[in-house]
């Protein structure tokens, strides 16, 4: 996840900006993906959302 923040500023910015538990939530959601492809298209998607200023998604969990 750090690689994919640094190439971008606007969702590192974001992701910085969001509480302790909101961080712990993006990463814990994308590390908990079984395959490989899941984790790619979790990490896609949290990006996206970061770059929007969004907050982690329950639909997501």
């Known amino acids: 996840m750090k690689k994919a923040l640094d190439s971008n500023k606007k969702a590192l910015e974001n992701f910085n900006n969001l509480a302790y538990t909101y961080r712990k939530e993006y ?5 908990d993906a079984k395959r490989q492809e899941t ?3 979790r990490l896609k ?17």
Do not use: C, P, S, V
Not at 27 to 31: N, S, Y
Not at 45 to 58: F, M, S, T, V, W
């Open 27 to 31: 990463i814990l959601w994308i590390e």
């Open 39 to 41: 984790h790619e298209k």
């Open 45 to 61: 998607q949290a990006i996206r959302d970061l770059i929007n200023g969004k907050k982690l998604n329950e639909e997501y969990m």
